[in-house]
């Protein structure tokens, strides 16, 4: 299904649901709930609180949906309101002081990637802790765009709907952000492995070959 009919799906679920067909609404939390987890686990970096936030915005788009005025889509609607929920949880924790060592992102990189190798796991947590810290080291906006754009896949004029910005600010935000995510991960570059290599997902090779990031040899 493209975008566009996706859209037009959703638009269908959202008048009915605004009607009083809590059907159409589960239907719309089936289609994005695994989305809006993903979003919350990367901004928040808590997986407990991802899966909290994501049950908060549903509720809260469940009770407002009667509001809803379709001046954005449905998931740009949602979206945003994981974004602020997300950075807002994060912020409150940081404030707490109660970050954890344990990340659930490199976690679940590294269960789907690793394919139960021990050696190929170690490499990619290495990997995908230089690659997470150095984004969450970029600022909320900026990490934010990233999430969105490259992690989402939304286009940088749906993610200007989503922040309330400019698609040049998010163009901007992606650029500045590559060069840092690069820099970074130049620095450390772990040394090849021997042996027959082995692909990585997909997902983690486009995404590494998309910023010009180096891809670890992994034998």
């Not at 808590?46 to 899966?51: D, F, L, Q, V």
Request: hydrophobic letters at 40%.
């Amino acid at each position: 299904m493209t975008v566009k009919r996706q859209a037009q799906a959703a638009t269908v679920l959202v008048d009915r649901a605004k009607a009083g067909d809590r059907s159409a609404f589960e239907e719309l939390v089936r289609r994005y709930r695994s989305r809006i987890l993903a979003l919350a686990l990367h901004l928040s970096g808590n997986e407990s609180e991802a899966e909290d936030i994501t049950q908060e915005v549903f509720l809260k788009a469940y009770q407002k949906i009667a509001d809803f005025e379709g001046r954005s889509h449905f998931f740009t609607w949602v979206y945003r309101m994981t974004v602020n929920r997300s950075l807002n949880a994060r912020r409150d924790r940081k404030r707490r002081r109660e970050e954890t060592l344990d990340d659930p992102r490199i976690d679940r990189a590294v269960l789907i990637d690793a394919e139960g190798d021990p050696a190929k796991a170690t490499a990619l947590r290495a990997t995908y802790a230089r690659l997470l810290q150095a984004l969450d080291a970029l600022s909320p906006k900026m990490r934010t765009s990233v999430v969105l754009v490259v992690l989402q896949g939304l286009s940088h004029e749906e993610a200007a709907v989503v922040q309330q910005c400019s698609a040049g600010t998010i163009a901007w935000h992606i650029h500045q952000a590559r060069g840092r995510l690069r820099a970074t991960m130049e620095k450390a570059s772990p040394p090849p492995f021997r042996g027959k290599s082995r692909a990585l997902s997909d997902e983690l090779t486009n995404l590494l070959n998309d910023w010009l990031l180096p891809c670890p040899q992994i034998g």
